[in-house]
Nanobody, 121 residues
Framework: QVQLVESGGGQVQAGESLRLSCASSGRALGFNAVGWFRQAPGKDREFVAV????????LYGDSVKGRFTISKDVALRTVDLQMNSLKPEDTAIYYCAAGGYSFRPSAFTFWGQGTQVTVSS
């Protein structure tokens, strides 16, 4: 079993930055990748970014390319999401997930509880 805990959410103004962090614990090597997804009220869960745990390759959702950066620290078992130039449409609950290297939520087995990000205009 793998446990994931997100931190770093909050409320900011449009154009500002936030850094989310996902800390993992439990069974080592229980996953190939760690990703971030988000869900706004009344909308489906949306892929944000994923990083391959061993190879370091990354994928980003179209709506965040060029603004968000995902990074990992293998020693600390953390994955961060640096979010720059935030927009009101980035407002959502952000979830960390561990599983396969994919943009599909179904590829991820373990999920955190989520952290709220609110961007005001």
């Amino acid at each position: 079993q793998v446990q994931l805990v997100e931190s770093g959410g909050g409320q900011v103004q449009a154009g500002e930055s936030l850094r989310l962090s996902c800390a993992s614990s439990g069974r080592a090597l229980g996953f190939n990748a760690v990703g971030w997804f988000r869900q706004a009220p009344g909308k489906d869960r949306e892929f944000v970014a994923v990083v391959d745990w061993r190879l370091g390759r990354t994928l980003y959702g179209d709506s965040v390319k060029g603004r968000f950066t995902i990074s990992k620290d293998v020693a600390l078992r953390t994955v961060d999401l640096q979010m720059n130039s935030l927009k009101p449409e980035d407002t959502a609950i952000y979830y960390c997930a561990a599983g396969g290297y994919s943009f599909r939520p179904s590829a991820f087995t373990f999920w955190g509880q989520g952290t709220q990000v609110t961007v005001s205009s």
